[in-house]
């Protein structure tokens, strides 16, 4: 599955470092498999005075905003996820890095069934950076699946 997502529980392994290019972390438990996909995530917002060149990055392994104009603008991506699995998977939802407070989420949180599909938005606010300059970070989809009966009923997909 593909995704982007935050934690459940305090379950998860943290990441250690923003990463440069898209990455997926896989480990398990004795209940719980876990799948953690990095997004490297960034935006340069520029003054929104005279003429002013508007980037755009239409790359799928990266949340990459291009150049956004101060004030009320704003750049969006969007994340396609679809559960190919047999079991229920809970997704999560996060951001981290200087551009962490710029980005909102459709979907924070949700639980995908078999078979089942969510696009979420993933949206930069020009509004909320301090200053222009360059942001960047990354935006992580967790995802957790039972291993057995016992973590679906620790889960609540059950």
Known sequence: MAAVVAGTSGLYRQPSGAVQEQAVEKYEDLFFTYELLRYPASTDIANATGNLAIGLNTDTDILGFGIIPSGDNYGTK?????????????????????????????????????????????????????????YEGEADIKIIRARHAMGALLLGLV
């Open 78 to 134: 969007h994340i396609s996820l679809t559960n190919g699995m047999d079991s229920p998977a809970r997704i999560t939802v996060s951001s981290t890095g200087d551009i962490a407070p710029l980005m909102e989420f459709s979907h924070r949180k949700a639980t995908l069934g078999p078979g089942e599909s969510l696009v979420i938005d993933a949206k930069v606010l020009a509004s909320r950076a301090p200053r222009p300059g360059r």
